[in-house]
């Protein structure tokens, strides 16, 4: 990773999720994670690099769908406290849908603000629809190696679940990131 300053460090990374092939021929779909806390300068544009890639359909066996970079950060002088609740891993799916619930939280109070999102590698299909924590059925707006979404939402008091669903008619996908993050004050 080379951050905003121009510093560059390498990290290593570990397996967090195995799945099957996703319909692309390959040996599996792997999800890794690093704590890469060290090269965080701030605001700005980072860099990712060094992940495999290959240019032909003959060779997926060593391909990366991308990589997403999660800063978290606190502000001293605010008046709320943040609470960030993370699942990641590995969910393959071919052609079809997940519910995945997300556990091991409680809640102190009802949030003032709040944030349900997830990542999935290799969605392609137009009108794939996503559900988190508790919201209405939306269409995924993106269709890309690998997707992000986020929308705001709420967390009551005592709340020690959240679902994240993710359904694709015909493709096959991964989901490997779901999050949620509140507020109290």
Same mark, same amino acid.
């Given at each position: ?6 510093? #560059?460090?390498? &990290?290593?990374?570990? *397996?967090?999720?195995? %799945? $099957? ?5 390959? %040996?599996?779909?792997? *999800? ?8 965080? /300068? !701030? ?6 690099? !060094? @992940?495999? *890639? ?37 969910? $393959?799916? @071919?052609?079809? /849908? ?8 409680? #809640? ?8 349900? &999102? ?35 939402? #709420? *967390? ?5 679940? %959240? ?5 694709? !008619? $015909?493709?096959?996908?991964?989901? &490997?990131? !779901? ?5 109290? #004050?």
């Amino acid at each position: 990773i080379t951050n905003p300053d121009g510093t #560059s460090a390498s &990290f290593l990374m570990t *397996v967090v999720g195995q %799945a $099957g092939d996703l319909c692309w021929g390959s %040996a599996g779909t792997y *999800v890794y994670r690093a704590d890469v806390t060290s090269i965080i /300068s !701030g605001n700005g544009n980072y860099i990712i690099s !060094g @992940l495999p *890639v290959t240019t032909t359909l003959t060779n997926l066996n060593n391909d990366t769908d991308g990589g997403t970079l999660l800063i978290m950060y606190q502000d001293l002088t605010s008046s709320f406290t943040g609470s960030m609740h993370l699942m990641d891993g590995a969910v $393959g799916i @071919l052609g079809g /849908s997940t519910t995945q619930n997300m556990n091991g939280f409680i #809640s102190c109070g009802t949030s003032t603000g709040g944030s349900a &999102f997830m990542g999935a590698a290799d969605l392609q299909i137009a009108n794939s629809t996503y559900s988190m924590n508790g919201s209405a059925t939306a269409t995924f707006p993106t269709y890309n190696w690998m997707d992000f979404i986020s929308q705001p939402t #709420s *967390v009551t008091n005592g709340q020690s679940n %959240a679902a994240y669903t993710l359904t694709s !008619g $015909g493709d096959c996908f991964c989901l &490997f990131l !779901g999050g949620l993050y509140w507020q109290t #004050s």
